[in-house]
């Protein structure tokens, strides 16, 4: 009876996140896949050519996982903390506060829909760098399980701060200040083997490094940091997050008086 | 008996040391139709909050239909509708999807939830605005809208907050012939509403919160019995110099033609017509100075707060007691 109960509840947030996604496409999916062709024509196709080679590859074939999973990391946490703070702020999250639905299914519900996010951006800017250059998927296993584990990572955060968010300048800060210093440092652009001892250590701390590396890896079977570190790195900050998460729903913090 | 509600010693103090519920207790029968009156800041939307979860008491226990909303929160939850007093759908979505959705966190499969965001939006005479944007409702059918969407569950209990705050009046008829309707259906409905009028036609029973406790409990018939004056206005068909003496009744001119009397329990109107007659003084029409418990309610919150400040009016109003 609750499992029936909670699967209904489950599907149903899914599609209100889809429908979502799909009624706000132009805010959804055009704004990156615009980003994304512009990364791929200055850094891959201007620059790219006088940077040459870079880990045995052409810049452009270098860069093309890393910004595909910026894309996925930025989209799905964007859609998270847009969404689940947009129900918090115009108070219609109340809707599922009010239901027999437990926490975990709504946790689960709204990062099913940030995954779906990502991974429909993730899949634009794809298709978008296959104009530019060409490219066969080494690992398609790790491929596929680094792409969606890095995006429920990353759901999983844009749902912390969307719950500990109480004004739309809350839910900017994290992305801007936080998120896409640590993309853009994450070896998007350049192999941390270019950086000198002490920045290549620093790197190390940087859980983006792991994301893009791993996936880096699945595309083109090159990475600076090993597949047990990648795995290891997303799987406990995954279990942290979705922890972390759940004690803040259970706590009632910024959702329930 | 079985019991729709039932709240034991239920207290509440915010974060900011506001204590908004003083140890309550409360129990509304199943199928009955509930009256929850009290002024602003009360304590009423604190109480629904609780009884929907909204809201943690510091202390006490809240049980709906027997099972607690504190411990079995999921399955207490499964029997309610709540009707909230501002307006909480999401405006860029369609009332249909709205409803609908509504009723998939009830786990109600989608087919069965369509059929009924249909069925209950028609007799919500929202059907023809199904499939636009929530936001460009009236106020009035955005009202609709949540009643629609906290029936499609089919709760046992409804819990209506203000549901026809800033409605016209004959939207607000046709929200009540609907929600006597769901009632005469077997659902337990409570109501909370500023419109006296509306609780005292449609309610059976009755509470009156004050400062966070409740003031009076009782049967809408006997609360309404207990009225000593009842106060009329009278438009005169001529006009009069001076208010007319009539024993045992107080009798006050507003105007030439616009006489207030004030009539106790014992004193019948055919009395008062006969004495009017008789000193040659015609009445064109009469009608209730306030609504019967409008003058109860205001009674009874005025002693409750006399009771709280002994300095009485004089002392608000910033004079010397």
């Not at chain 2, 304590?43 to 909050?49: A, F, Q, R």
């Not at chain 2, 009046?169 to 769901?182: A, D, G, K, L, V």
């Not at chain 2, 009225?227 to 005169?236: G, K, N, P, S, V």
């Not at chain 2, 045992?248 to 109107?269: Q, W, Y």
């Given at each position: 009876m609750n499992a029936r109960i909670n699967w209904v509840g489950y599907q149903t947030i899914v599609r209100k996140e889809i429908t979502r996604i799909l009624r706000i496409w132009g805010q959804t999916i055009v704004p990156p896949a615009i980003t994304m062709s512009l990364y791929f024509i200055i850094f891959g196709e201007l620059i790219g050519r006088r940077i040459g080679d870079m880990g045995g590859f052409t810049y452009m074939e270098f860069i093309v996982p890393g910004l595909v999973i910026m894309s996925v990391i930025t989209n799905s946490y964007g859609n998270m903390v847009s969404s689940f703070f947009g129900a918090k702020f115009g108070k219609h999250i109340e809707e599922l506060l009010i239901s027999p639905l437990p926490n975990w299914v709504i946790l689960c519900g709204y990062v099913t829909g940030a995954l779906v996010r990502g991974l429909m951006v993730g899949a634009v800017v794809l298709m978008i760098s296959l104009l530019f250059t060409h490219l066969q998927v080494k690992h398609a296993l790790v491929t596929i399980s680094v792409l969606l584990l890095t995006a429920i990572v990353f759901a999983l955060a844009g749902m912390i701060n969307a719950i500990y968010a109480r004004k739309f300048d809350d839910i900017a800060i994290i992305p801007t200040f936080v998120l896409a210093p640590l993309t853009y440092l994450g070896g998007v652009f350049y192999s941390i083997s270019l950086l000198p001892p002490f920045w290549q250590k620093v790197s190390i701390v940087n859980p983006i490094l792991y994301m893009v590396n791993g996936f880096r890896y699945g595309i083109l079977g090159v990475s600076d940091v090993s597949l047990l570190q990648t795995y290891g790195v997303i799987i406990s900050a995954g279990i942290l997050l979705f922890t972390w998460c759940m004690w803040l729903l259970h706590k009632g913090t910024g959702l329930r008086t | 008996?079985?019991?729709?509600?039932?709240?034991?010693?239920?207290?509440?103090?915010?974060?900011?040391?506001?204590?908004?519920?003083?140890?309550?207790?409360?129990?509304?029968?199943?199928?009955?139709?509930?009256?929850?009156?009290?002024?602003?800041?009360?304590?009423?939307?604190?109480?629904?909050?609780?009884?929907?979860?909204?809201?943690?008491?510091?202390?006490?226990?809240?049980?709906?239909?027997?099972?607690?909303?504190?411990?079995?929160?999921?399955?207490?939850?499964?029997?309610?509708?709540?009707?909230?007093?501002?307006?909480?759908?999401?405006?860029?979505?369609?009332?249909?999807?709205?409803?609908?959705?509504?009723?998939?966190?009830?786990?109600?499969?989608?087919?069965?939830?369509?059929?009924?965001?249909?069925?209950?939006?028609?007799?919500?005479?929202?059907?023809?605005?199904?499939?636009?944007?929530?936001?460009?409702?009236?106020?009035?059918?955005?009202?609709?809208?949540?009643?629609?969407?906290?029936?499609?569950?089919?709760?046992?209990?409804?819990?209506?907050?203000?549901?026809?705050?800033?409605?016209?009046?004959?939207?607000?008829?046709?929200?009540?012939?609907?929600?006597?309707?769901?009632?005469?259906?077997?659902?337990?409905?409570?109501?909370?509403?500023?419109?006296?009028?509306?609780?005292?036609?449609?309610?059976?029973?009755?509470?009156?919160?004050?400062?966070?406790?409740?003031?009076?409990?009782?049967?809408?018939?006997?609360?309404?019995?207990?009225?000593?004056?009842?106060?009329?206005?009278?438009?005169?068909?001529?006009?009069?110099?001076?208010?007319?003496?009539?024993?045992?009744?107080?009798?006050?001119?507003?105007?030439?033609?616009?006489?207030?009397?004030?009539?106790?329990?014992?004193?019948?109107?055919?009395?008062?017509?006969?004495?009017?007659?008789?000193?040659?003084?015609h009445v064109r029409s009469m009608r209730n100075k306030a609504n019967r418990l409008e003058e109860l309610f205001l009674g009874l919150v005025e002693k409750n707060n006399d009771g709280k400040n002994p300095g009485g009016k004089k002392a608000v109003a910033g004079v010397a007691p």
């Open positions: - | 008996m079985m019991l729709a509600l039932e709240v034991k010693n239920l207290r509440k103090t915010y974060a900011n040391g506001v204590e908004a519920l003083k140890g309550i207790n409360l129990e509304v029968a199943e199928g009955d139709f509930f009256a929850l009156l009290g002024p602003n800041g009360a304590g009423k939307s604190t109480l629904i909050g609780i009884v929907s979860s909204l809201v943690r008491a510091t202390a006490g226990e809240t049980l709906v239909f027997g099972t607690s909303v504190q411990r079995e929160r999921s399955r207490a939850m499964s029997h309610i509708g709540l009707v909230p007093q501002e307006l909480n759908f999401n405006m860029f979505e369609k009332p249909f999807e709205i409803v609908a959705n509504q009723a998939g966190y009830y786990g109600i499969p989608r087919k069965i939830a369509n059929a009924r965001a249909e069925k209950y939006l028609r007799q919500l005479q929202l059907w023809d605005k199904a499939f636009s944007i929530s936001r460009t409702l009236s106020g009035g059918m955005k009202r609709r809208l949540m009643i629609a969407r906290a029936m499609v569950n089919e709760p046992r209990l409804l819990i209506l907050d203000e549901p026809t705050a800033g409605v016209d009046i004959e939207i607000r008829r046709s929200m009540w012939e609907f929600i006597e309707q769901i009632n005469a259906d077997g659902t337990t409905v409570i109501l909370t509403t500023h419109y006296l009028e509306e609780a005292e036609q449609l309610c059976r029973n009755i509470a009156i919160i004050d400062h966070g406790s409740i003031i009076e409990n009782t049967g809408m018939k006997s609360l309404l019995s207990t009225l000593d004056i009842e106060t009329f206005i009278l438009d005169l068909r001529e006009p009069i110099s001076a208010a007319p003496q009539i024993e045992g009744m107080n009798l006050v001119l507003r105007d030439g033609i616009t006489l207030e009397a004030s009539l106790p329990k014992k004193k019948s109107l055919n009395f008062l017509f006969s004495e009017l007659e008789r000193q040659d003084i």
